[in-house]
């Protein structure tokens, strides 16, 4: 299934030309028509409603980080491109951090990390950066460079097998 998702994010990268970071989620929402909405919540980080006909909607908290509600975009894409099979998916999102529901919900951070720090953009980068290991430092550089957290991008190294040494 790992395997699956990243060619799956490769495909969608491909599709649309994105051939650097920061990867514009919300371009990539816009060509599938998904509607991204905000609202302040103290329960969710996002919500992905889909229409029998095909239609999808997501809803993001808008009290959490622009880096937190890009992933949120993200994870909600995954679930639209993993998960098509039932015609009125609908994801809530809790925003209590490690909980993780199930395989679905697993898949759909799989997806969201893979496509916010795509595999083949940072091997290129970490090559470039650092041939005998990344610092924390870099860690920090990259993290900004893709818009996301650093523990996000610290998870993504890890399960890449580009870890940092710190
Ligand atoms: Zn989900």
Redesign the pocket.
Known sequence: MINEIEQQVEKILTKYGIKNAPVSVKEIAKQHDISIAKAPSDKFSGLLFRKENGQAFIALNSDESPVRQRFTIA??LG?YFLHPNKSSFV?F?DNKKNILRGP??VQ?NRFAAALLMPKKFLEKDVAALASEGLTEEHVGFLAQKYNVSEDAMTFRLMNLHLNPIT
């Open positions: 994870h909600e679930h994801d999102r679905k919900e759909a």
